[in-house]
């Protein structure tokens, strides 16, 4: 599944089907069986599905997170929420070979107290309680156990020759990478490369809950393969949506 969206989150689903989530981004994760699953902007997923029901066709469905809109408000005016109930969604078919034609007849997944439906890649910690929802977040997929012997086998990489850093663009308290605001260091790095202790971001006033300006350097070792994770996480308290654009 890839969202080619610039800012709607959907969740997907098959009736009567579960989910195998096996890749996030291209990269492999121990297999999650889910109820649906959510795909935000900019993101794939790989999901695998048990086609083990008996003959017959079933709405896959695309349902937007959006619960309300304000069309007309200009700017500064006060917005006239419109609630939008149920979400918009858009459908396709999952349709059995042999199966006859015509729309599907089947339904959504009824959560119950007994039964209750698993929703993967949540942005938000957890659903009413009275849903029967739970929410399952990125942060519980993993990598499978033996991805380093097989990423040696198929890429001739060693674990001890891979390095891999971490950068969270969540704009914690505005525009920051790992709640480090960039600022200039007094001289080029051509003339001296050593940060000033005050703009050092490892100087013991900086922290990722606090936030830091300092001269943001990631000293990357010579001779090793190099893994950036770029994540996008923000604070929960906060309401800001920004895409983030890497260059190099």
Excluded at 22 to 36: F, K, N, W, Y
Aim: net charge negative; proline share 8%; hydrophobic share 35%.
């Amino acid at each position: 599944m890839i969202n080619a969206a610039g800012e709607f989150s959907y969740e997907m689903s098959i009736d009567d089907h579960t989910l195998w989530v096996v890749a996030l981004d291209g990269a492999e994760i121990d297999p999650m069986e889910v109820t649906s699953a959510i795909i935000h902007p900019g993101e794939t997923m790989d999901v695998e599905l048990n086609a083990d029901q008996t003959t017959g066709q079933f709405w896959i469905r695309a349902r937007s997170l959006i619960a309300g809109d304000a069309p007309g408000t200009n700017w500064g005016d006060k917005p006239q929420v419109r609630l939008l109930d149920p979400a918009p969604e858009v459908n396709a078919i999952l349709r059995y070979e042999g199966s006859q034609e015509g729309d599907p007849s089947t339904s959504t997944f009824r959560c119950t107290s007994t039964s209750r439906c698993k929703i993967f890649n949540c942005p938000y910690p957890a659903y009413p309680r009275d849903t029967y929802k739970e929410c399952i977040p990125v942060a519980n997929a993993t990598s499978p156990s033996d991805i380093a012997t097989r990423n040696q086998k198929e890429f001739g990489l060693d674990e001890p020759d891979i390095a891999e850093y971490f950068f969270n663009f969540g704009f914690q308290w505005g525009s920051s990478i790992n709640a480090n605001k960039f600022t200039y260091p007094p001289e080029p790095f051509v003339q001296n490369k050593d940060v000033p202790e005050e703009l050092s971001c490892s100087r013991e006033s900086c922290g990722p809950d606090v936030g830091c300006v300092c001269t943001h350097v990631v000293d990357i070792p010579f001779n090793k393969t190099i893994q950036f994770v770029f994540s996008n996480l923000h604070n929960l308290q906060t309401t800001t949506k920004l895409c983030t654009s890497v260059h190099t």
